[in-house]
């Protein structure tokens, strides 16, 4: 009811007790604009949990709010209890509900300046390469590859770039995900080995790109491995959302190839716990670690790249006057999680692998970075050892293929071994197992809820570290 949905006069003057809390950015390293979207978000969030306690009808004069054992009858009392007593989930909602908020003012803003764009057509045709010697099938069958890669480089109309990489991802039936911004590109395609051959080439003959062959990380795959080609212009090409033009490409650490960066490693395992002095870091989010890593690494209990720049915040002590051999999956996430660090000023020394794991896996299939490699695509993981450091999450057996988790709207990931699966253990949690046979009863045509279990209420935004 309306009454609800805004929160009394008392409570614009409170302030939520948010002392034990470290999972949100503060509000003033918000722009302006953000800082207006994020109270817009927090009224709201606030709004939504009163009016999950209420009970009675308010149209029978008889509306009562009842939390934590406790019957309230005045919207001052619940307001206030709410505001005092569970500041932490009303942090929770409102960095969802802001986080769903940019997204969706990102996707309507890269809508209308399509828009505003497809008013006036730009002829790319020569950036398209001609296929006229290829067939079809060449392009639709046969052996396929993945490709990952990414490049920073001035781009003074992104959208142009995203007209083209549509039309030439289209022409070469390639699926996948594309990200182009004024500070780069960044993607990951899938097709035929023919396909990508050509893409590839596309590329590197770019006048704005020019990239080089080995810029370009390659593994066995194809289409089927993306359910659809998304191409869009946003502000990052990797979302850590710091704004490039705050914390640029330009302040990365030191590149290190593989054989260099293996050299480190192997000294810095070598000196075990008497190597104080230095940090291996992995930059990418915990179940990426989980199954796969560089032994004695710091792996930071992160849920997205964008929570990256608040662990650094909160960890600056950590870092402080080491030495920080840095790694993610293909190099592009170091390069802003980097600059993010170097901008601190408290390191002795960021260095970061080139090229990233994939690099590395390709010269050391056998090295110091053991289990699988997680990859966003359908097929989750890739593998160059026969290492698993994980476990099932139910039995405790080693296994580490994940599967989503089976309760309708959950986006989590969950290692549950066949047997486990056979019994019925499908789902991230139990409170996501119980919410699933909960469904199962529910009509399929019921309105659906937040991703909410013991997953995500269980992993603070900025956790403790864990080595």
């Given at each position: 009811m309306a009454s609800d949905e805004t929160p009394c006069s008392e409570f614009m003057d409170w302030e939520l007790d948010c002392s034990s809390s470290n999972g949100l950015k503060q509000e003033k390293q918000l722009s302006a604009s953000q800082r207006k979207y994020y109270s817009f978000c927090r009224r709201k969030s606030f709004a939504a949990f009163v009016a999950s306690k209420r009970e009675g009808s308010q149209e029978e004069g008889r509306t009562s709010w009842c939390c934590c054992v406790q019957t309230f009858k005045e919207h001052s009392a619940i307001h206030k209890h709410v505001a005092k007593t569970h500041a932490a989930e009303i942090q929770q909602l409102t960095q969802s509900t802001y986080e769903d908020l940019l997204s969706k003012l990102e996707e309507e803003?890269?809508?209308?300046?399509?828009?505003?764009?497809?008013s006036d057509p730009v002829d790319f045709s020569a950036w398209i390469p001609d296929t006229s010697n290829i067939s079809e099938e060449q392009l639709k069958k046969g052996p396929g590859k993945v490709l990952l890669y990414y490049h920073y480089c001035q781009v003074d109309d992104p959208h142009i770039i995203c007209a083209w990489q549509k039309a030439l991802c289209e022409r070469l039936h390639l699926t996948g995900k594309v990200r182009v911004a004024t500070e780069g590109i960044n993607g990951t395609v899938g097709g035929t080995k023919v396909a990508t051959e050509v893409y590839i080439d596309a590329m590197c003959s770019h006048p704005v790109f020019k990239m080089d062959k080995e810029g370009f990380k390659t593994s066995d795959g194809g289409a089927e491995c993306f359910?659809?080609?998304?191409?869009?212009?946003?502000?990052?090409?990797?979302?850590?959302?710091?704004?490039?033009?705050?914390?640029?490409?330009?302040?990365?650490?030191?590149?290190l190839e593989p054989e260099e960066f293996h050299k480190e490693v192997e000294?810095?395992?070598?000196?075990?716990?008497?190597?104080?002095?230095?940090?291996?870091?992995?930059?990418?989010?915990?179940?990426?670690s989980k199954i796969g890593r560089f032994n004695q690494c710091l792996a930071p209990n992160i849920r997205k790249f964008s929570y990256f720049p608040d662990y650094v915040d909160q960890n600056l002590e950590l870092f402080r006057d080491k030495k920080v051999l840095m790694y993610c999956t293909g190099?592009?996430?170091?390069?802003?999680?980097?600059?993010?660090?170097?901008?601190?000023?408290?390191?002795?020394?960021?260095?970061?692998?080139k090229g990233g794991i994939h690099?590395?896996?390709?010269?050391?299939?056998?090295?110091?970075?053991?289990?699988?490699?997680?990859v966003f695509d359908e097929r989750y993981t890739i593998s160059s050892n026969s290492d698993i450091i994980s476990d099932c999450r139910y039995c405790g057996c080693s296994w580490d293929q994940y599967e989503l988790c089976s309760t309708q709207f959950c986006c989590q990931l969950v290692l549950s071994c066949r047997s486990c699966r056979q019994d019925g253990h499908t789902a991230c949690c139990p409170t996501c197992q119980t919410k699933g046979q909960t469904q199962e009863k529910a009509s399929s045509v019921a309105p659906r809820h937040k991703e909410e279990c013991e997953c995500t209420d269980g992993r603070p935004r900025i956790p403790q570290d864990v080595q």
């Open positions: 803003t890269e809508s209308q300046q399509q828009k505003e764009h497809g359910t659809e080609l998304r191409v869009g212009v946003y502000k990052e090409i990797v979302p850590m959302g710091v704004d490039p033009d705050v914390i640029s490409y330009q302040l990365a650490g030191i590149h000294a810095f395992m070598a000196k075990g716990d008497l190597c104080s002095d230095t940090i291996l870091l992995d930059c990418r989010n915990f179940y990426e190099g592009i996430r170091c390069e802003r999680g980097s600059a993010y660090l170097r901008s601190k000023d408290v390191c002795k020394e960021v260095y970061q692998l690099k590395y896996l390709e010269h050391f299939p056998e090295g110091f970075y053991r289990g699988k490699l997680f």
